[in-house]
Each structure stands twice: as C-alpha cells, then as structure tokens.
C-alpha cells in the first residue's frame, strides 16, 4: 500500500514537472516572439575567468565577439546579476597585451587595469584580483603624459588613472594612430570586484575611437550586439554594424540630446502593457555597462502596474516607435518564486533622468552613430548564435556584408601664391584673400599653423595719427562691405612670437582667388594691436589655421579634403604656395613621398614628437621632446634643451643676445611616422644660420616655448620652407 502511494506521488511530480515545461516552452515562445529573447533567469557556470575563449572565427576585421565569461565566485556577488561581456583587445607593440574589456557607451574614457594598482606584494592594491592588466613597461610604444584624471561611471564606481598613448588592436587590426588612455591607478565600487573585467572601453561620443575610426576611412559608428540568455556571444563592430544580429533589417536611428554628458534620448511615453503612465518626456541615458533599468521618481506609478513594458521613443526620421520588453524578461531572476525586476528605483546622474542598462539593451541590437549623433535600436535575430549546436559541429560561416573603406574623392585643392615680401623689420610669406562684398576689400595676410582664429587690420585701429595699423597699405574697412555683421563678442588673440591683437568679432565673406565660401566667418577686427605684428607693415591679417580653426568646416561644406599643403618661399625660389583643400604637388620632390606624422592631442597648439636631435652625426641624449609646428615664427626656439645643444655645436652667445656658430653644421629631427618608419628632417648646414657681419648667427635660440608649454620647443620657419608641409585635419 505504501509503495502504491509512492508511485502515484511520484506520477503527480512528474505530470506537474510536464506542465511546466510545456507551458514554458510551447505558450511562452509564441508570446511576442517580435521583441527578443528568453528571460536569461539562471547564470550558468562559465569557462573559467583565466581562460581565453577563441570560439568564433572573425569574418570581418572590424568585427569581433563579446565574450560572456562568469564572475569570479570567490568574491561576494549576486549571482542573480547578468555576465559581463567582455571583448578581447590587445594594447601595445612589441609584448602587446590581451585584456577583456567592458564596452560603455556612457563613458569617454578608455581605461585599463594597469601595473600601477597591480601589486603582488600587497594584497589590497585594487587590480590584484585580475589574471591580466596592461604593463606599459612592456610596451615600447607606449608614450605616457601621465595627466592624473578621476573617472566616474554610471554605477557609482570610480577609478583614479593617468593618461598615456599607445596602439590598439582588435582582431589583428590595429589603428595606424596611438589612442588616449587611462591606466588605473585605484579602483573603487563593484568595478574593483569585477574581476573578469580588465578595462572599460568607453564608447560615448566624445571617446578617442571615434577619431580613430575618422582617420582610418571607417564610418563614425559602432554596432554592439550584447550576450543574452539566447546565444552566450555577441559582437561589436567598429565601422559599421553586424547585419548577423539584426531581424529583418530593420534600423531605427533615435536622436541623442545635445549638452548632456551622456548619451540621452527622449522616452515620449511609458507602457506597462497597454495603459501608458501619466509622465511628461523622460530624458533617458542608454548604458552597456549599467546592469538595471532605474526610473528614479517616476518608479512609484511605475511598480503599481506590470506586465509588459514599452518606452515610446521618436526616430530621427519622424515616427514613434515603441521599444517594447515582454513580460517574461522583466524579471532578472527568479528567487523563493518571486520575480525580481530588472527594473528599480534609483536615480539617474541628473534630475529627472531614467537609465536603460544591459538588461534591456541585451535584447536588441544597438548602434551609436557619432556622425549623426543618434543611438540606432533593432529587432535582435533569434536565429543566429556562433557558437556550436549540441552535437558539437560548428555553424555555417555566416554571409556578412562587410563594410568596405569608403574611398573619398575631392575636388583639386584651390591654389593661391605665397609671396615673400620684406620691409626694414622682416622678411614675411604672405597670400591675398578678398573679404566682404559690394566691394570685396583685397588684403595680405599671413598663414598661421598655431592660431585658431583670424584677425584683420581694420579702420578701428587706422583712425588717428597714433592708430597701430597706420603703416598698413591696406585695411579692412567694415563699413563699406554690405554684408559685415558684428556678433556682439569683444576679444583677443596671442601669438606665439609674443605679438597680441584685440577688438570685436564681426562675421563677412571671405574669397580665396575667385574661390568663395558658402559660409561667413567670424574674424577679428583689430582695434589695437603691439609686439613684432605692429611693426610688420607688409601684414595686413593673420589666418589661423590650427585643428580646431573654422576653415575646416568651411572647406568640408564645400566637399573639399580637409588638408591645407603650404610651401613657404626659400632660398631657392622666393614664391611659394598655399593649397586650400590638398597639397601642391609641383613643389614635391618625389610626389610619391609623402610622410605623416600624428600630432599630440593639445587644443592650443599643433605638436608632434621629436624623438632624437643630431649635430652633424651627434645624437643628443635627451627624452622625447614636444615640438610645436609654426609658419609664424621666425626662430627654432629649443628652451631647456639649448644648453646641450649650443655646447655640441661650440656656439658662443653675443651680448645682444645671438648664438655666433663656428664650423656650420647639418641640424637633424628625427620624428616616427604613421606608417612606422623614423625619418629624418634635416636643415643642411647652409641654412642653419644668417651670416651678418662675417659671423654666422643661428637660427636657433634659447627661448622657452609659450607659458602654456613651456617644455616643447618650437619649429618655426627656418626648418619648414625647407620643406612642402600640410596640415591634415581630418587625419590629426
């Protein structure tokens, strides 16, 4: 009788077990299968963290997977949270260095655990629990500013770090420029006890990788397809989207907010199944890396109604689209019966502002669009996971699309003559531009690599017996253009030579030859002007061509490269060239020589890195110096350096201040192109000096670099009319 009893208990069991499953596995299948996956509600147990997984073959060089590797078990979390994904990246050359790194589309910073909070003889140092971090001893490209910075991200963790650069690789493919990063120094929050994650690779739109992708032709987007409970592999593509993860096809591209420190869309509306909550719009930050979705005050209607959720959101084209989680995903795990939401009640970094983490995004497929700045939403496939089936036999290669580099092309650059004129004060290198309308007014002006702004000698300063301009030929006169408009803003410009300009900005026309811009520019009217520029009567305005100048976009509205190629007068020839747009070939040597050198990321001056300086065949011993490059200063300034320098040369120093150089010899720069090889820039012997009086007088000094740079040194024109320059925005 017992046994019978037994046996009938045992066949309830198993008919309530058979129940269950049909019902999760037949019902819930069907239920809005349009909007993704299967609540992921239990956290199997991975590979180990020290063990790399290579289980998917990279079809596409800007592709590669997101790897869901376990926690560490040895630390205190809760095992309801969601794996981390992490991609594999290698940094540095020579030993490069793989680490798992976290994409965060609300970060700007690129950070790794490094040597620096990597102790092994104390324990508490806060990289002590990774298998990997990044030693930039290791790597002998690794170049360190090590600018101390504190970063803060959206789960409450911080990292203080200092900044360095070196190269990064994905998938064997490497960035032919060095990127920014942030080596941790300490560690603070849940990141400290992540273990698995060895950096965090910060997507925002203010990241370093946007240029990187920019200067290497790839378009400025990123697709990310997180691991769910469907499939344990993601993929991020750089450049592009993985068109493997995306239902039909189907992109919607969502406008981001402008002036917000994260990446911010609009919700017009939230649904908790069909009845929408009485909320206006709800600004709501997008996060790979934020594990929850928080509604901050508007939890409270939230929480009293549930079941399946849908935030309203417009796309850049115009309609409303509803992001939708059925019901059976908003629990992140099941305990004691209960269903714990993935949503809760924290707030956001600012007033009135909701978060949407992983736990939702990991159900579609995402995209973050630099250029447009928009975040783009998909419909995630169901039917596609590389990884194996349960017999064991590896998947079809997949048909991607591949994105291949966009070859741009340009018109010919605008052509406009450098002229060398001379007056009892200096020799200057000057180009004609028309300014203003009904007439246009005909100025000289000087190109200027270290200045952003342009400034123009006007009849504010041209109005008395005493006006600093007097001397000038020529000036721009505002009130005979149609078309000048003041803009209310008053200002002034410093020079790297010491001169210095104010007055007010006023916008108007500028012509290059018979080449006009669509746009106006904002200049400065030079009300008054002091230093060498008052003196130098043969300028009549000054073009700033720096990174950040406006002639950039205005050569982009225009379709135009954004490449400005200068070769200044020399000794050889007394007229030169400026190329708006490209670079005037016919003052090339060889027009199949053509080298690249990065510039360093400074917003004030465009520097790049001099790794060696040579006397004749004398290396000095010196560190990597910074240099900055300038087409308006009339010196090559070496500041702390000097000293050594003037000692291998046998210089002695005059009383008014000039270096006398007994036996001339070859002065050499050697700089590390983008391509890798070191080149040479040499000024030949004949040219490092001016012989006044039988003496030869060089052309270097001991002047420090500007207040803001004191340790670079300074290139000027001595060194670069030697040679046929540009200046490559588009490429740093």
């Not at 971090?133 to 200092?162: H, M, P, Q, R």
Request: some cysteine; aromatic content about 12%.
């Amino acid at each position: 009788m017992k046994n019978k009893w037994h046996f009938i208990f045992y066949c309830v069991i198993i008919l309530i077990c058979c129940l269950e499953f049909f019902f999760l596995f037949v019902l819930f299948k069907p239920f809005n299968q349009k909007y993704t996956n299967f609540n992921r509600n239990v956290i199997e147990k991975h590979n180990p963290k020290n063990h790399k997984q290579d289980l998917f073959k990279k079809y596409n060089p800007n592709i590669f997977n997101i790897n869901q590797d376990g926690r560490n078990e040895a630390v205190n979390i809760n095992v309801t949270e969601p794996p981390v994904g992490t991609p594999t990246v290698e940094i540095g050359s020579n030993l490069s260095l793989s680490l798992n790194l976290i994409p965060d589309i609300s970060s700007n910073y690129i950070g790794l655990c490094s040597q620096l909070c990597y102790n092994e003889e104390e324990e508490v140092d806060s990289c002590n629990n990774r298998i990997d971090y990044f030693d930039s001893a290791y790597s002998t490209s690794f170049e360190g500013n090590y600018k101390t910075e504190t970063i803060f991200y959206l789960d409450g963790s911080f990292a203080s770090a200092v900044t360095g650069f070196d190269y990064i690789t994905f998938n064997n493919y490497t960035f032919k420029d060095k990127t920014l990063l942030s080596l941790f120094v300490e560690i603070n929050g849940t990141l400290e006890i992540q273990s698995v994650i060895e950096g965090v690779m910060g997507l925002g739109f203010d990241s370093p990788i946007w240029d990187q992708l920019a200067s290497d032709n790839y378009p400025q987007v990123i697709g990310i397809a997180l691991p769910n409970f469907i499939c344990s592999i993601g993929s991020i593509s750089f450049g592009g989207i993985d068109p493997r993860y995306i239902f039909n096809a189907n992109l919607y591209n969502i406008p981001a907010l402008n002036n917000t420190d994260y990446p911010t869309i609009k919700i017009n509306a939230i649904w908790v199944n069909e009845t929408p909550l009485a909320f206006p719009a709800i600004n709501a930050i997008i996060s790979t890396s934020y594990n929850k979705i928080s509604l901050g005050n508007f939890s409270t209607q939230f929480f009293t109604k549930l079941g399946a959720n849908a935030f309203d959101v417009t796309t850049n084209s115009g309609p409303i689209i509803g992001i939708i989680l059925s019901s059976f995903l908003t629990c992140n795990s099941t305990i004691k019966g209960q269903c714990i939401s993935i949503f809760n009640d924290e707030f956001g970094p600012s007033n009135n502002t909701i978060i949407i983490g992983a736990l939702f995004i990991q159900n579609f497929y995402i995209t973050v669009n630099k250029a447009s700045r928009t975040i783009g939403i998909a419909q995630r496939s169901e039917e596609f996971c590389p990884i194996p089936g349960p017999t064991g036999v590896q998947p079809v290669p997949p048909q991607t699309t591949i994105l291949p580099k966009p070859t741009p092309t340009f018109p010919p650059p605008q052509i406009l003559n450098l002229n060398r004129f001379k007056d009892n004060q200096s020799s200057e290198f000057l180009f004609q531009v028309q300014i203003g309308s009904d007439p246009s007014q005909a100025l000289s002006i000087m190109l200027d690599t270290c200045i952003n702004n342009i400034g123009v000698c006007s009849e504010l300063c041209y109005q008395s017996s005493t006006g600093s301009c007097n001397n000038r030929q020529h000036i721009f006169d505002s009130k005979n253009s149609s078309s000048f408009k003041l803009n209310g803003t008053i200002g002034s410009i410093s020079y790297l030579d010491g001169s210095s300009a104010k007055g007010p900005f006023g916008n108007d026309f500028i012509t290059l030859g018979n080449f006009g811009f669509v746009n106006e520019f904002s200049f400065l009217l030079f009300n008054q002007i002091s230093g060498a520029l008052q003196a130098e009567s043969i300028v009549e305005g000054i073009m700033g061509v720096g990174l950040s100048s406006q002639i950039w976009d205005q050569l982009a509205s225009k379709g135009y490269n954004q490449v400005i190629g200068f070769a200044l007068p020399n000794s050889v020839c007394d007229f030169g060239s400026v190329a708006f747009g490209g670079i005037d070939l016919r003052f090339n040597d060889n027009s199949n020589e053509i080298y690249s050198i990065s510039t360093l990321n400074d917003s004030t001056y465009p520097k790049i890195n001099i790794i060696m300086i040579w006397v004749n065949k004398t290396a000095l011993k010196f560190p990597v110096i910074n240099a900055i490059i300038s087409t308006n200063y009339n010196k090559i300034s070496l500041g702390k350096f000097s000293t050594k320098f003037f000692n291998a040369l046998g210089a002695n120093k005059t009383s008014d201040g000039n270096w006398v150089i007994p036996n001339p010899v070859d002065i050499t720069f050697d700089v590390i192109t983008v391509s890798g090889p070191v080149i040479g820039i040499t000024i030949p012997s004949n040219l490092t000096c001016n012989i006044i009086k039988g003496k030869c007088i060089s052309v270097f000094d001991e002047l420090p670099g500007p207040p803001n740079s004191t340790d670079s040194i300074i290139l000027g024109i001595p060194i670069i009319q030697n040679y046929n320059c540009a200046v490559n925005k588009a490429k740093s």
